[in-house]
């Protein structure tokens, strides 16, 4: 597959492992609502913020959408977005390639980008997902009306979309529900007991013998198929599902041949990738959402409308689905999924995330009835957590951190032991299974031994206290006095941390 070429692109490829996992530290004084919430707003670098969240998220994440700086040589309030190209594409790569570590196997990423940089970023997302994940490059009319300082103005923004695995995606996707206009065509001048319907077309393209055959109405017409088409089913089909009432020949029973579909077993619409703003709002629409709730604050210059992130959302996601936003802007993507009972994470670097977010989302919390509230039943509730970066959890010479606890080096090396979230914070030196393997985690007194460091050396008391399990074994500690001969036919190899512990 073709790579995209640019200036310090081994260097931008690599820099993921260079990032120190850093811990996560909670703000009581920001955060708002029910602190029993899972939901995260994290002020720091994004970078930064992305690798330390691994060993908690990998692969859990459904649905990311990030709206990243466009790189349109113009200069914005909140953002640098006059980066050098090169830069740009430095700056994306590994923040990309962090996101789809944390993607669930059926997760999906939205992309918003205009055509400045959008066939660069399709060409550095297809090396990191993979050419067949790609599913759709959406079209957003972003625009209402031309802008007339301009021979030839942009309407538009591009999404990229991306899977984890496409397949597993398409098949978890959601259709749209019907909105109102369309819910205006169903009508049952028959009176089919199955209640409101719409006929659409009977035909197909293409040439099928087997589906080339006449059809003649209730009022004696003849129909053969249009020319370069057939009908949609074999004979057979077609006649059951005419004896069960399913076929309309209008009101004379004359006319072309149209099946029903009924609106009650109608689950919903697909969608498409044009998007029309009076479908998924536009950006005029998103500067009166942040005004009306911010009298006097700095708005973005292309804020996304509340009902645009809903539209990905209901696609993409379920209720109580995890979605993560790193490059979280004024705080739309929160709001929506909030007021939508998913849980996030969301992330911003300025100070803008106590200026924007957290008063957006405390008034969300509030029951605003902006946006898209009205549409989902927005009555208010929940809650968040405010997160600042803390520090590393080693310091420039691989030495753990000693204000480390060891629930954050326990999913530290799980996740180095097996590039998987540890879903349940660790109590025990016991950490799981994971494809036949038992980890375990001596460190920091977790025996409850009254000794400052009792319980981190492995002694064969202490390897008879814990959780048996009958093969491969795992065993992390300062120490052992067991010999690898003694503890070979024992199953088990002994890391000694910090030195066998992964810093990246």
């Known amino acids: 597959m073709p790579l995209l070429s640019w200036l310090n692109r081994n260097q931008h490829t690599k820099i993921t492992e260079d990032v120190p996992y850093r811990l996560l530290e909670a703000d009581d004084l920001h955060s708002a609502g029910d602190q029993r919430t899972s939901n995260m707003l994290i002020q720091g670098d994004n970078l930064h913020a992305l690798k330390s969240l691994l060993p908690y998220y990998a692969g859990r994440v459904k649905c990311i959408f990030i709206d990243p700086p466009y790189n349109t040589k113009s200069a914005f309030e909140h953002y640098d977005d006059n980066l050098e190209h090169s830069q740009w594409l430095g700056m994306m790569f590994p923040r990309i390639k962090l996101l789809r570590e944390l993607l669930s196997e059926d997760g999906s990423i939205w992309v918003t980008i205009d055509d400045h940089e959008a066939h660069y970023l399709k060409v550095i997302m297809d090396e990191i997902f993979g050419r067949k994940n790609f599913v759709a490059n959406v079209v957003w009319q972003k625009r209402t009306s031309p802008d007339f300082r301009i021979v030839l103005g942009d309407a538009h923004d591009n999404i990229l979309v991306f899977a984890k695995n496409s397949s597993l995606f398409k098949n978890s996707a959601h259709l749209l529900p019907i909105y109102e206009k369309q819910l205006k065509e169903y009508k049952n001048p028959d009176n089919d007991p199955r209640g409101a319907w719409v006929s659409r077309d009977f035909s197909a393209q293409g040439y099928r013998p087997n589906q080339m055959y006449a059809i003649v109405?209730?009022?004696?017409?003849?129909?053969?198929?249009?020319?370069g088409r057939c009908w949609k089913n074999v004979e057979d089909v077609y006649l059951a599902q005419r004896s069960d009432g399913r076929f309309w020949f209008g009101k004379d029973d004359k006319g072309v041949p149209r099946r029903k579909n009924y609106l009650s077993e109608t689950e919903g619409r697909q969608s498409w990738t044009w998007w029309s703003n009076d479908e998924a709002g536009h950006n005029q629409q998103a500067k009166q959402e942040i005004l009306s709730l911010f009298k006097n604050i700095e708005i973005f210059s292309t804020p996304k409308p509340e009902r645009l992130i809903h539209r990905i959302f209901q696609i993409a996601t379920k209720e109580g689905d995890l979605v993560l936003d790193s490059f979280l802007g004024s705080g739309t993507t929160a709001a929506v999924a909030h007021k939508m009972g998913r849980n996030y994470i969301g992330i911003e670097m300025g100070d803008h995330a106590i200026t924007h977010c957290v008063p957006r989302l405390r008034k969300v919390i509030s029951g605003e009835q902006g946006g898209i509230s009205e549409s989902v039943g927005w009555q208010g509730g929940g809650g968040y957590r405010f997160y600042r970066l803390g520090a590393p959890i080693f310091d420039s010479e691989g030495r753990i951190n000693s204000a480390i606890k060891f629930p954050h080096l326990a999913a530290h090396i799980w996740f180095s032991e097996t590039h998987t979230a540890l879903t349940d914070e660790a109590s025990s030196p016991f950490l799981g299974i994971y494809k036949d393997?038992?980890?375990?985690?001596?460190?920091?007194?977790?025996?409850?031994?009254?000794?400052?460091?009792?319980?981190?050396?492995?002694?064969?008391?202490?390897?008879?206290s814990l959780p048996v399990y009958e093969g491969q074994k795992v065993i992390y500690g300062e120490a052992s006095r067991l010999s690898v001969e003694r503890l070979k036919p024992l199953g088990i190899i002994f890391k000694q941390t910090p030195y066998d512990v992964k810093a990246s």
């Open 217 to 227: 109405t209730p009022g004696g017409k003849k129909y053969t198929p249009p020319e």
């Open 437 to 464: 393997i038992a980890y375990y985690l001596l460190y920091n007194g977790i025996l409850r031994d009254k000794r400052p460091h009792g319980g981190n050396v492995l002694t064969w008391k202490i390897l008879q």
